[in-house]
C-alpha cells in the first residue's frame, strides 16, 4: 500500500492544473437552470475543444479515455481550480452518454455522442415519478405500441433540467400487463414532441433546477428503445456500472477547502474557545481526511479487481451525510445572519438547503442502510 | 498510489486470523493461557516490528487491525513499538499516565512499560513484580503506581507516532469484532418468527457499524502509509485515524450491546469484551481537538 502518485501522474496533473488556470470561467455560474444554460453550454464547448469533455469516456466515442488515476487527478484538479459544475450537461456527460455507449445502436450513438460532448444536446432523467421513488420498479407511465411508435402517457417528478433539455432518458411501462422490473423500456424521448408538458418546481433553496413532465399521447419511434424492448430496467442499472467510485471526488475536494474554511473562521471570531464547535470541527476535519481515504481506498480497489467494492454503497453514505453536517456546522457558525437569507442568494444557507437534497436523490440514506445491511453484511432481505 | 492490501499482505492477514482463531480466540480474552506471551513471542508476532524485520507500518496497521479483532494482550502494542525504537527484547507492558499515577496494563513478566505523554512515547521502569488488581477492561490486568516512575522519552519522535497508529489499528480491529458479532446475532435470533437483522431499525444500526469500521479503516490505512512515505502532515493522518477508530469502537461497541439485548449486558456474554475494551484503548494516545484543527486556521 502507498499514497505516491507516479511521475506520469504526477506530469497530468501538472497539464490538468495548466488548462484550468487559464480556462475556468471567471463569472459565477447562474443558479437557476434556465438562466445557466448558456453558460452550460459555452464551458462544455470549450472543455470539448480542448478535449476535456467526457474524460471516462473510450477515445472510441470521443471521449478522452483517461485511466482512472488520471480522472482522479482531473476530478481533484478540476475542483481544487473551483471549475464550475457542469449543470445541464451532467445528465448527459455522466449518465445517457454512458447508457447509450454500452447499449445504443450505432445510429442511436453517432446521432447522440457527439452532441453530448459538444454541449449541444441537452439531457434529462425521466425515472422517478409520483408512485415511484425509492420503490422504482413501481413505474406507471405506459407506452402503448401502434405501428413503429410508442404512445406515451403518464407522468415523471425530479426531472432536473427537464424545462431546458433536448432529450430524455425516459423509462416507461410497454410490456402489456407486466409488473415489477419486467416489461419496463428505456426510450430516448424528444422533450419538444408534441403532447409533453414541463412544469417546473422550485426548491426550498428558491431554486427552479427541477420539474414534472406530464405526457398526453406523445409518440415517440420505436427505433428510440434503447436496448430493446422490455430491457429497460437492465438497461437503466447498467450506468451504475460505469460509475467507478469516482462520484464523490469534487465534493470531497470541496468538502476539505470548506472545512478548512470554517475552522478558520470560527478562529477569526474566537469560537474554538467554546470546546464544542473545536469538537465538531476537529471532528468534522478527521471525516473529510478519511473521505478521500476511502475514495482512493475504493479507486485502489477498481485498479485492482475492475470493479469498485461492494463499499461504494458506504462511500455514498458516508459522503452524503458529512456534506449535510458540513453545510450545517457552516450555518451554525453564520448565527443569526443566516435569517437574513432570501432566494437568489448563493451562500452557506442555500448550499444547506440544497443540500438536503444528497441523502434524497439517487437512493435515499435509508435505501443505502438498506443495501450494506442485505449486500455487505449478508442480512435477510426485508423487501 | 495504492490503498488496498497487496496479495503478499492479503496472505499475510490470512495467516493472522487462522493463528488467532486457533491460539488466541476473542471468546478466551480474558483468560488467557499462562504460556500465550511466550508462545506470541515464538512465533514471531512480537518481534515482527522489529527494524531488521523491514516491516512498512501499512502492513503492521493491518496486522494489528486483525489483533485488535481478537482482543489480543494490549502489551503487544507496546512491546511493537518498544521493538521498533528501543534495544528492547523483552515484554513492554502498556502504560496511561495521568497526574502522578500509572496506570500500567498487561504488567505480568514485564519491568518495563510505555506510555504516551504530550505526543511523544515515554518509557519507566519498576523493580520487582508489579501488583495486578482488576480494572474495567477484563482481558487487560491493571497495576496502579502511585506515584509514577520516573519517565524517559524515547530519542525518535516517530515512536509516539507509531503508538497511537498501532493502537488505533487495535481500535480498530476491536469495533470490527463488535460489527461482527452484532451481525452474526442479528442472523441468529427470532423474534416475531424472523431473524432480527431482517427488521430495518436493526439492519441500520449494523449498516452504520459497517460504515464506521469502513471509515476509520480507509483512514488507518492512509494514515500508515503517510508515515511510511514520512508525509509532514502524517502527524494529522495518524490523529485522525485514531480519533474515527476509537469512536467507532465506543459506538460500535454499544451497538453491539443493543443488538444483543438482555444476553448482551450480561457478563458471560461477550459484547461487554469490545466495549470496554474500547474504553481502555481510548485513553492510549487520546487525541486533542488542537491536533486535528491544524495549522487550516
Known sequence: MDIAFSPDDQRFRGECREWLQHNVPKERRPLDAADALPFDKAWQRQLFEAGWAGINWPKAYGGRGLTIVQQVIWLEEYATAHAPWIGANFVGVNHGGPTLIVNASDAQKAFHLPRILRGEGIWCQGFSEPGAGSDLAGIKTRGRIEGDELVVNGTKIWTSFAHVA?????????????????????????????????????????????????????????????????????????????????GFIADQVKATHEIDALIARARSRGLLRDSAIAGQLAQLRAEVAALRAMTYRNISEVLRTGQPGPEASVIRLFASELGQRLQRVAVVLLDEEVLDFSYGNDDAVAAYLRGFAATIAGGSSQIQRDIIGERLLGLPKSR | MDLTPSPDQEALLAATVEWCRAAMPLEHARDRPQGLWRELDAMGWLGMTAPSMGLDHATEALVFAELGRHVAPVAMISTAVARRWTTSEDKVALCLISGRVARVFDAEGAQTALAWQEGAAVSLAWKGAAKASPGLDPSASLSRFDPAPETITLDDSRAGLHLQLLTAAFALGCADAATDMAVDYAKLREQFERPIGWFQALKHLCADMAV??????????????????????????????????????????????????????????YPHLCLKRAHLLSFIAPVANTALLGESA
Not at chain 1, 223 to 241: D, E, I, P, Q, Y
Not at chain 2, 214 to 238: G, K, M, N, W
Request: hydrophobic share 40%; proline share 3%; with cysteine.
Open chain 2, 212 to 269: 464506521r469500521c469502513a471509515v476509520a479503516r480507509s483512514q488507518l490505512y492512509y494514515a500508515a502509509c503517510a508515515l511510511d512515505a514520512d508525509e509532514p502532515d502524517a502527524t494529522f493522518h495518524i490523529a485522525a485515524a485514531k480519533r474515527l477508530a476509537d469512536q467507532a469502537a465506543l459506538d460500535n461497541g454499544r451497538g453491539n450491546i443493543q443488538v444483543h439485548g438482555g444476553i448482551g449486558m450480561t457478563d458471560e456474554a
Open chain 1, 166 to 246: 433536448d432529450w430524455q432518458e425516459l423509462v416507461i411501462r410497454t410490456g402489456e400487463g407486466s409488473r415489477r422490473h419486467a416489461g419496463l423500456s428505456w426510450v430516448i424521448c424528444d422533450m419538444r414532441a408534441p403532447g409533453i408538458t414541463v412544469r417546473p418546481i422550485r426548491k426550498m433553496s428558491g431554486q427552479t433546477e427541477f420539474a414534472q413532465v406530464f405526457y398526453d399521447d406523445v409518440r415517440m419511434p420505436l427505433a428510440h428503445v434503447v436496448g430493446g424492448l422490455g430491457n429497460g430496467w437492465k438497461v437503466a442499472m447498467s450506468t451504475l456500472g460505469f460509475e467507478r467510485g469516482t
